[in-house]
């Protein structure tokens, strides 16, 4: 069964950078698309990115185009993402889960999505 674990949040000043991590175990990622998610208290959870398994082609929400960058190394069965230029409205838990399917859909909706992982927070404060 495919899992998820993420990893790389933590507090960061307006601007800065951090890299998310999304690792897979149970299974590869060799035909299943990934999206990143985020979900900030109080709001609904929100599609950032996917990479589609099928030709490494990529979708982002228009708040982060520019600033955020998917990317996936199927040797470690893993998916990252780099966040630059870091903004407070960042601010949110970030996870990952699976698509079966071999393209990215848009608009990215978590109904679309399983496999979810527990998430990793990440804070943008001065």
């Known amino acids: 069964q495919l899992q998820f674990v993420e990893s790389g949040g933590g507090l960061v000043q307006p601007g800065g950078s951090l890299r998310l991590s999304c690792v897979a175990s149970?299974?590869?990622?060799?035909?299943?698309?990934v999206g990143w998610f985020r979900q900030a208290p109080g709001k609904e959870r929100e599609g950032v990115s996917c990479?589609?398994?099928?030709?490494?082609?990529?979708y982002y929400t228009d708040s982060v185009k520019g600033r955020f960058t998917i990317s996936k190394d199927d040797a470690k069965n893993t998916v990252y993402m780099q966040m630059n230029n870091l903004k407070p409205e960042d601010t949110a838990v970030y996870l990952c889960?699976?698509?079966?399917?071999?393209?990215?859909?848009?608009?990215?909706?978590?109904?679309?999505?399983?496999?979810w992982g527990q998430g990793t927070q990440v804070t943008v404060s001065s």
């Open positions: 149970g299974s590869t990622l060799d035909y299943y698309s």
């Open positions: 990479i589609s398994s099928s030709d490494d082609s990529t």
């Open positions: 889960a699976v698509l079966y399917g071999s393209l990215c859909l848009d608009p990215q909706l978590p109904s679309d999505y399983s496999a």
